[in-house]
């Protein structure tokens, strides 16, 4: 506060109305493998089942891990509604393109097809950096597919040079140019030899015939803007903005007249998934490393729930160890299908094996399913088995909505599997004792009431309230909504007036909890028991939270007692007490 050298009315406002917020605690991650198309290494927010498709392709193709990725991924999204996606391919995959060579400069007059660029041809992983990363021999542009593979074979693009594009405006009439009439689209027109149109076309899949996607008024100068004053040098519009292509232009050619000299459609060509080779040219764990690494970093994107889907070993455990690290997210892994589909009677055999010696994970940060499931895919008009943890990852967005995050993802009033055929196997109580006591969550179908999620163990090993994912969930997200809200005391004075307001702002959000059946009983400490003169000189803040977190009921006792005709049910009961 300022000291005052004359008479004033200063206004001040004090802002004491700082709440704990809510938290997210069902965004979720999948790394889709060798998907059709789509971003690779980049995250991509989906919200539905359409959305995926619409992005990413239809869950078509080989090998197994690609429909195996998709389909966990609408397992999900038949229940949440946010999963991050990043698409990872094989390191031999190529892009889809075409490069346009002129007979004189900046004069098109032959397309060839595009050198098969791969991710490692640029320095930044990214294709978003051709324009500045693109090696010229003859060619004076090249264009190319914003991402591998072959799907980027489907797209064909034309241009139209300034001339020719008046000369069809001065006609009035596109009769001749059915192929173009797009081009009415474009809202700014073309003023000078330096302007040209891209149209844009792809054959999705499925489908017979190309479909128009996008038009683009663009120009070789570096300075030429439109009717709105945006810069639309063709390098900028196109790698900013295209959802399908990206472009660069020899920097010789920049600012010069363009003259397309062929009116043909130019259709790309040299995208792969693979090589020749394609079996021996999976998605590697590296790989998949290095699309999980996207997510390590709690302070850039929020997500809760990585979803596993089958992923290579290295994988698991890089997943657990993203997990372990940022503290507010938890890894549903899966087990090998080798262990549960046609391995009639050595399931269980095979599931503690695998778990107790290949896996041998030791966390509260991630959980074990014990099965697959076989649901139908309508675009392979089959039945396949695909792993479980995307299902599972979608009972927990599902948990979240219906009640909250503590409550248990599992049983039948929260945890019934839908559109699911059948299980790999059924496990009886005693196979699901023995997975229970090794921390295998089992999967089980009853008569009549479906397939439904039997156990909520993490991996941690230690007989602690921390090896159930209610309890885990709970504390990840009290941690995150108090983290979040204590970040505001940060750099405020140090003195028992902060520490008050701390305890009042925490207090109430766990008698919230409280009430909504997440914890027992509570305590907050934050006084001079716990902020000592040496805390404080080092400029440290200290409040222990005390939290009971209410446990599942996952063993029920019935007893039932017979009692003499004319017996006092209150002297039995007394006497037994």
């Known amino acids: 506060m300022a000291f005052y050298l004359s008479p004033l009315v200063d206004v001040r406002e004090i802002d004491l109305t700082t709440t704990i917020p809510a938290v997210a605690t069902n965004i979720a991650v999948a790394i889709l493998r060798s998907a059709y198309k789509g971003p690779e290494l980049k995250r991509t927010l989906v919200t539905t089942r359409d959305e995926l498709t619409d992005m990413f392709g239809d869950p078509v193709g080989s090998p197994a891990e690609c429909y195996e990725d998709m389909l966990s991924a609408m397992g999900y999204l038949k229940y949440g509604n946010m999963l991050y996606c990043t698409r990872a391919m094989p390191a031999n995959a190529t892009f889809a393109g075409t490069k346009p060579v002129s007979g004189a400069q900046s004069t098109f007059t032959q397309f060839n097809t595009s050198n098969a660029y791969k991710m490692s041809d640029f320095d930044s992983d990214d294709p978003d950096s051709f324009a500045t990363e693109a090696s010229f021999g003859t060619e004076e542009m090249q264009v190319i597919a914003n991402s591998r593979g072959v799907w980027g074979n489907n797209i064909r693009i034309a241009m139209v040079d300034y001339s020719t594009y008046n000369a069809m405006v001065s006609a009035g009439t596109y009769s001749t140019w059915d192929t173009y ?18 149209i844009v076309q792809v054959l999705d899949q499925g489908e017979t015939s190309y479909a128009t996607k996008e038009v683009w008024n663009v120009s070789t100068s570096t300075t030429r803007r439109d009717d709105q004053g945006q810069i639309i040098f063709c390098e900028n519009v196109i790698n900013e903005q295209s959802n399908y292509i990206r472009i660069a232009l020899k920097a010789a050619n920049e600012d010069d007249d363009i003259v397309i000299s062929t009116s043909e459609w130019q259709q790309f060509s040299g995208g792969q998934d693979s090589d020749d080779d394609y079996v021996a040219d999976l998605v590697t764990d590296a790989i998949v490393i290095e699309a999980l690494d996207y997510y390590e970093n709690s302070e850039e994107v929020d997500v809760n729930i990585f979803i596993d889907s089958d992923k290579g070993m290295a994988a698991k455990r890089h997943m657990i160890s993203i997990c372990e690290s940022r503290k507010d997210c938890i890894a549903l892994l899966d087990c090998e299908r080798a262990d549960v589909v046609n391995n009639r009677g050595n399931e269980t055999t095979d599931l503690r094996e695998w778990r107790r010696r290949t896996l041998n994970e030791n966390t509260s940060y991630a959980a074990l399913y014990g099965n697959w499931l076989e649901i139908y895919d309508r675009w392979a008009g089959q039945y396949r088995w695909i792993p479980a943890s995307g299902n599972v990852a979608g009972i927990l967005a599902n948990t979240d909505d219906v009640a909250d995050p503590w409550w248990a993802p599992a049983g039948l009033n929260r945890a019934i599997l839908t559109n699911v055929r059948k299980l790999a196997w059924n496990p009886s109580l005693g196979n699901r004792n023995i997975l229970y006591q090794n921390g295998i969550n089992p999967l089980v179908s009853f008569a009549g009431q479906g397939k439904v999620i039997w156990g909520q163990k993490t991996l941690l090993d230690k007989n602690s309230a921390f090896n159930r994912i209610n309890v885990r969930r709970l504390f990840i997200t009290l941690e995150k909504a108090v983290s979040t809200a204590v970040k505001y005391f940060l750099f405020e004075p140090n003195d028992e007036f902060t520490r008050l307001s701390l305890i009042n702002m925490i207090e109430p959000f766990l008698r919230d909890v409280k009430s909504r059946r997440g914890i027992y009983e509570f305590s907050v400490v934050c006084d001079s028991r ?47 007490a």
Not at 181 to 189: F, G, K, M, Q, T
Not at 538 to 553: C, F, G, K, S, T
């Open 530 to 576: 716990n902020n000592t003169a040496e805390r404080i000189d080092r400029n440290e803040l200290w409040a222990d939270i005390y939290i009971q977190p209410v446990r599942a009921a996952e063993f029920i006792v019935l007893n039932f007692i017979a009692t003499k005709t004319g017996a006092s049910f209150e002297e039995i009961i007394s006497g037994s």
């Open 181 to 198: 009439d797009s081009i009415v689209a474009v809202d700014s027109p073309m003023v000078d030899a330096k302007d040209f149109l891209i």
